[in-house]
């Protein structure tokens, strides 16, 4: 039997599939009843989240990680967001839960000013 995956190592995997456009993969490590909360929008599905994701994918370039913190089945990335459109670096901190080996909860807190015209038009 395989040893269990820690909360770090699943948040992790999921950050490298993200960064790797490998939405399937991503998704495997989410819970259908995941919780996702943000200053720019908030989803109880998986599905929401990565749309948002793969949409703005195209104007990251890049993710310098900061700091990983752990505690128990929490997990903690501070990095800073590079992106092209608009040009920016934004300080980020996702607080992640991990339950039964998937994530459950996610929280990202960033500032979402320089990202906010790409959000005004949704519903």
């Given amino acids: 039997m395989a040893p269990q995956q820690s909360a770090k190592d699943i948040v992790l995997a999921y950050q490298r599939a993200l960064g790797n456009q490998d939405y399937k993969t991503a998704r495997s ?3 259908d009843d ?3 909360r943000g200053p720019l ?13 793969e949409q703005l994918h195209h104007i990251v370039k890049g993710v ?29 901190c996702e607080w992640y839960h991990v339950k039964d080996g998937k994530i459950a909860t996610l929280r990202v807190v960033f500032d979402a000013r320089p990202f906010a015209a790409m959000f005004e038009n949704r519903k």
């Fill in 29 to 31: 490590y989410l819970r």
């Fill in 34 to 36: 995941l919780a996702f």
């Fill in 41 to 53: 929008a908030s989803h109880d599905q998986p599905e929401g989240l990565l749309k948002d994701l």
């Fill in 64 to 92: 310098e990680m900061k700091k990983v913190f752990t505690d128990g089945d929490d997990v903690c990335l501070l990095y800073d967001l590079v992106t092209s459109n608009p040009p920016a670096t934004s300080f980020t």
